[in-house]
Structures are given as structure tokens and as C-alpha cells.
Nanobody
Framework: QVQLVESGGGLVQAGGSLRLSCAAS????????MGWFRQAPGKEREFVAA????????SYADSVKGRFTISRDNAKNTVYLQMNSLKPEDTTNYHC???????????????????????WGQGTQVTVSS
């Protein structure tokens, strides 16, 4: 059974930092684009960041650019999201995702559309207090 399991969420004060991890099991995603999205109850899933299979390309939502950093360790089948300078509006559930449909993608565009990903984790809650 393929699983993406997020961890690292929690409660932090505004201006603080958290590091989210997403560990894959059941198969490797080392050749695939990975992403982070966030979703509040009753709202659409929002793109946060994406990283290419070899970490050569990364993309970020404007709302997190300069504060969040996505990275991956293919040897550990894990993707990370370092979140600095957190704001109360960053409070929500964060999900990692994988696009298994394309391997070794060499293009310049990394999808920010949830439809571009076919594996999803259950999410980890991040709460930022003011």
C-alpha cells in the first residue's frame, strides 16, 4: 500500500518556524515531482510549493515565497517544507502530494494544480498564534 505520511505540524507563535516532513512508503517517488498544498475546512486546496525529482526546480506560491523552502531527500523517500516567519494566516492543514504520472520531468513548469498530483497524504495541522 502506497502512503504519504506528513509530520512536523503543531502550534507555534507568529514569527516562529516549523519543518514539515512527508515520508513515502510502498513505492519510491524519487523520479517524480512532489508538492505541498494546504487546505482549510470548507475551502479549496491551495498550492504552497513544488519540487522537481532532482531538486533542480522549485516553485512557490506568492504568499509563501521567501519564507518557505521545499526540499527532498530521495535516499529517504522524503520531502520537507521548512516554514519560517510564520503568520496566523498560515494556519491550516498541510498535505504533501506526488505526481506519479510523469517520471524524470525536465520541463520548467511545476504544476500548482491539485489535479496534477495523484498521491496525497492525510495532512498535518499547523496552527500559528498571534
Amino acid at each position: 500500500q502506497v502512503q504519504l505520511v506528513e509530520s512536523g505540524g503543531g502550534l507555534v507563535q507568529a514569527g516562529g518556524s516549523l519543518r514539515l516532513s512527508c515520508a513515502a512508503s510502498g513505492r519510491t517517488f524519487s523520479s517524480n515531482t512532489m508538492g505541498w498544498f494546504r487546505q482549510a475546512p470548507g475551502k479549496e486546496r491551495e498550492f504552497v510549493a513544488a519540487i522537481s525529482w532532482n531538486s533542480g526546480r522549485r516553485s512557490y506560491a506568492d504568499s509563501v515565497k521567501g519564507r518557505f523552502t521545499i526540499s527532498r531527500d530521495n535516499a529517504k523517500n522524503t520531502v520537507y517544507l521548512q516554514m519560517n516567519s510564520l503568520k496566523p494566516e498560515d494556519t491550516t492543514n498541510y498535505h504533501c502530494a506526488a505526481n506519479s504520472r510523469v517520471a524524470y520531468y525536465s520541463g520548467t513548469y511545476l504544476s500548482s494544480d491539485p489535479e496534477g498530483y495523484d498521491y496525497w497524504g492525510q495532512g498535518t495541522q499547523v496552527t500559528v498564534s498571534s
